[in-house]
């Protein structure tokens, strides 16, 4: 006797690391088809490719809205993203297919669309490029570079491209969750008097970095320092706005490696050019990529990166073995490693 195996669909919009890909051949549950690029597909080819799909791998670039959801049609079961950050999903419109579901007959063994996500394996990752990022920032490290290649190293001196310290400085950490603390605790060894920080609860683990829970409008007059570390969420868009920035030190330095949209970047840029605040060191943008044309980057004072927080070989290793997992639970319906529950 033998069982009839249903292969099931499996979309992935991006070539993604060898770990994934050879967890889901060996599984043998599905048919992969995978958009073999390191460019993101185009829309029209996202539509095309999801279609019928029962699993869904895709990354923090990809839109995933009602079109797509539609065009994937009922067959989907499970979403896995790679990466931490879901706010590029419609969340409400996930959950809707799920209560949906949740109403057909008892006997569809069926529990609507599942997401999986990376929790926890770009912390360290993201903790390290924020620290390097504050560091190249408030030592401006990249201005430094192109004097060397310009020719603008004509002799030392004494104030020439000096920057700030983290010795004795207070740091403000807006979300002090996983990777806020782990930036904490990487900072407080460069002498950190004081490490601020504020969200929607007082943390006890703050106590391991002498965290001081304040609110935020004392954390930006007061930090030196001011590091975005929080989800993008209805409160957060927009939170570092004109308002924020003019409430800063003229001597702070702002980073964030969050998402582009915490920041008003038009603010951003008055606050930047107007001397309100010293320098920006930003991993994240509103859009991405960012046009080579932004006002932002005509600014000395501000550091623009691409969204390279989690890219380090081995963590995107890691990444792409837990999306494999989160979609094989997915489709078969076991317990996922990293569901993410809403
Ligand atoms: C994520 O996984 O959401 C991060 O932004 C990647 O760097």
């Not at 965290?211 to 570390?229: H, K």
Request: net charge neutral; aromatic share 6%; proline share 5%.
């Amino acid at each position: 006797m033998y069982t009839e195996q249903k292969i099931m669909k499996v979309f992935i919009t991006r070539r993604i690391p060898q770990e994934g890909l050879k967890i889901l051949s060996q599984a043998g549950v599905c048919k992969v088809l995978m958009w073999d690029s390191d460019e993101p597909v185009s829309r029209a080819e996202l539509l095309k490719g999801v279609a019928g799909a029962h699993g869904l791998l895709c990354l923090l670039s990809d839109k995933i809205d009602t079109e797509v959801l539609d065009a994937a049609g009922p067959n989907l079961k499970v979403i896995s993203t790679l990466s931490v950050g879901f706010d590029h999903m419609a969340m409400d419109e996930i959950k809707k297919r799920q209560q949906l579901l949740l109403c057909r007959p008892l006997h569809v063994l069926c529990r609507g669309v599942r997401v999986g996500y990376t929790p926890g394996v770009p912390t360290d990752a993201t903790a390290e490029l924020t620290v390097a990022l504050l560091l190249a920032t408030a030592r401006r490290l990249p201005e430094g570079m192109v004097e060397v290649i310009n020719g603008g190293w004509s002799t030392w001196k004494p104030l020439w491209l000096c920057g700030y310290g983290l010795s004795g400085s207070t740091v403000g950490v807006i979300g002090l969750g996983r990777i806020g603390m782990a930036i904490a605790r990487r900072l407080k060894p460069f002498g950190v008097k004081k490490l601020l920080y504020s969200g929607r609860t007082d943390k006890s683990y703050a106590a391991e970095v002498e965290g001081e829970y304040v609110p935020l409008d004392t954390l930006v007059s007061e930090s030196d320092f001011v590091v975005v570390s929080c989800a993008l969420t209805p409160d957060t868009q927009g939170l570092c706005n004109k308002d924020f920035f003019c409430k800063m030190k003229n001597t702070a330095v702002f980073i964030n490696t969050s998402r582009g949209a915490v920041v008003n970047q038009e603010d951003l840029y008055q606050a930047l050019s107007s001397g309100q605040i010293a320098c920006a060191g930003l991993d994240v943008t509103t859009p991405e990529p960012l046009p080579t044309d932004h006002p932002l980057l005509t600014l000395k004072n501000c550091v623009v990166l691409p969204h390279i927080g989690s890219a380090i070989y081995s963590t995107r290793g890691i990444m792409a073995e837990l999306s494999a997992n989160n979609l094989l639970a997915g489709l078969q319906g076991t317990d996922m490693p990293s569901e993410l529950k809403f």
